[in-house]
């Protein structure tokens, strides 16, 4: 997940601090942080459904409540993040030089991804075959658990056969990183060990590889777009958006794109139920939003509706959710398609809206705070301001910068922790919200226990997994630089 990032900002949660900073840092954090987490509960939901494939599922029993909760999250959690990963370029260029914002990027997004191939997709890819190739629920789970301790059939045949099928991915590919829009689908996943095999895939790790994608190889649009020289254009058309409902138009070419692209593997490789270029639409929508102050107006201004409008949407969807599987009634698929598009940008507006309506509402009592503010008068006739005897704690402060250094960590690990919790967990034949809420909150639990222990004490390790650097960590690497410099200076001279 923003990014965070699975998702991620550094206006907290990877959105840099800048002077057109629409929304509170912490409120955008917020919301990263709740819908990184809430992907971890939407993957929970998956064995349950019976609709998605998934590494581990629960063929006898399935939630139509469960479906439903999928089906709204799935329209708007990633287009989210995606939003905020805009905005989160915005700042960054405004902070950072060309090759600095580059370098971050491949920091925060490729290194991370290039491990979890290496060492988390094999380990998943291994779960499913050995689930698939047992074909359980239908044999008893001792089955799936000695074949995954196949070590020799794992190692030997297996991990090289999935290598192997990604190198050969990347010669169809081409060029790799047009991979995401110009290529139809990855190779066919094909779960056994017979001739050609096929075994490679991103898995959850395709929203690193679409965001580093996106941002390398847009980045000379998106520093076009940055440029002083172009502060007029989006200024006139900030001010076009101002007009009323206007900003809901956004919402038509992602709608155009659903109804040409999506559903065709053939042309377009479809990511959480959306295509690349849709990813590309709304990010580009949120790094122009960033550069604007008239756009938290905007959103604040047309919150409710949006929320409302996306709400009724996101029930009609539902019902052309089920008449899109229909052969043959390609009407059905359209309005399947734009309603979908439609429900995203909808809810998309009304809750950034909202959050820009926190934060305004947060500056207005402050400042009627500070006007309010009273004096006594001391014995010797001066002015002696009150003091605030309110207690001010900083554990809302101090866990909100925790979950959003979290963030990315947490999406990259949560799911090879869910997988192993399902093959314990789902076996048990107790009711499926039982077992949903088990394994979904066990999760994410687990996954921040494994962050804290294994990820955030050292350098190393929250390098390789994208942790962003605190500024006060940032300080102290300056000054140690600088120290070492002193001394290889003071052992110059000395020779």
């Known amino acids: 997940m923003t990014e965070t990032d699975v998702v991620s900002s550094e206006e907290s949660t990877d959105l840099a601090p800048g002077k057109t900073k629409s929304m509170k840092g912490r409120n955008v954090d917020s919301l990263a942080i709740i819908v990184v987490m809430g992907v971890g509960l939407f993957h929970a939901a998956l064995p349950y459904t019976g609709q998605i494939s998934f590494y581990i599922f629960n063929d006898n029993e399935r939630s139509i409540i469960l479906i439903v909760f999928l089906s709204i999250f799935a329209t708007f959690a990633m287009p989210l993040l995606f939003l905020i990963a ?6 960054n260029l405004g902070k950072r030089n ?4 580059l370098w971050e990027r491949t920091k925060r997004l490729f290194i991370p991804l290039i491990l979890s191939v290496i060492f988390i997709m094999p380990a998943l890819a291994w779960i499913a075959y050995c689930v698939t190739n047992a074909w359980w629920p239908d044999v008893p789970i001792s089955t799936v658990y000695s074949m995954l301790t196949d070590w020799d059939t794992l190692f030997t045949k297996f991990i090289p056969a999935f290598f192997k099928s990604g190198i050969t991915t990347i010669r169809i590919a081409g060029f790799p990183f047009l991979w995401p829009f110009f290529i139809g689908t990855m190779i ?36 076009l777009i940055h440029k002083k020289k172009s502060e007029k254009s989006l200024d006139r058309l900030a001010t076009f958006f101002e007009k009323p409902g206007t900003i809901f138009l956004l919402g038509i070419p992602l709608a155009i794109l659903e109804i040409l692209l999506s559903g065709k593997p053939e042309i377009l490789h ?20 960033a550069g604007n102050k008239k756009y938290k107006e905007i959103l604040r201004r047309n919150r409710k509706s949006g929320l409302i409008v996306g709400i009724i949407f996101s029930l009609v969807t539902l019902v052309f959710f089920y008449f899109r599987v229909i052969e043959g009634i390609v009407i059905f698929r359209i309005f399947y398609r734009s309603s979908k598009a439609f429900t995203c940008w909808f809810l998309l507006i009304g809750i950034f809206g909202i959050g820009e309506h926190k934060a305004k509402m947060k500056r207005e009592r402050k400042t009627n705070l500070k006007n ?3 004096s006594s008068v001391t014995e010797n006739g001066e002015f002696q301001q009150e003091k605030d005897t309110k207690p001010k704690s900083d ?8 979950l959003s250094r ?8 949560h799911f090879p922790v869910l997988a192993f919790l399902a093959l314990l967990i789902v076996p048990l034949n107790i009711p499926w919200f039982l077992e949903y809420l088990i394994l979904g909150f066990v999760t994410i639990i687990l996954t921040l ?20 650097e605190k500024p006060e960590d940032i300080g102290k690497r300056k000054i140690r630089r600088e120290e070492r410099k002193k001394k290889r200076e003071e052992r110059r001279i000395q020779k």
């Open 270 to 289: 479809n990511y959480a139920s959306w295509t690349g270029f849709t990813y590309v639409f709304v990010f580009l929508y949120g790094f122009i939003m």
């Open 395 to 402: 554990f809302k402060k101090k866990s909100s910068e925790y």
């Open 188 to 223: 066919p996943i094909n779960w056994t060990l017979e001739a050609n095999p096929d075994y490679f895939h991103l898995g959850h790790m395709w929203f690193l590889y679409v965001l580093f994608t996106v941002v390398l190889f847009f980045f000379p649009l998106l520093h």
């Open 406 to 413: 979290a963030q990315l960590p947490f999406y990259i690990l």
């Open 449 to 468: 226990i494994v962050y804290d222990l294994l990820v955030r004490r050292t350098i190393f390790t929250r390098f390789l997994l994208g942790v962003k």
């Open 372 to 374: 309010l503010e009273t």
């Open 86 to 91: 805009g905005r989160s370029a915005w700042y």
């Open 98 to 101: 060309q090759k600095q914002f």
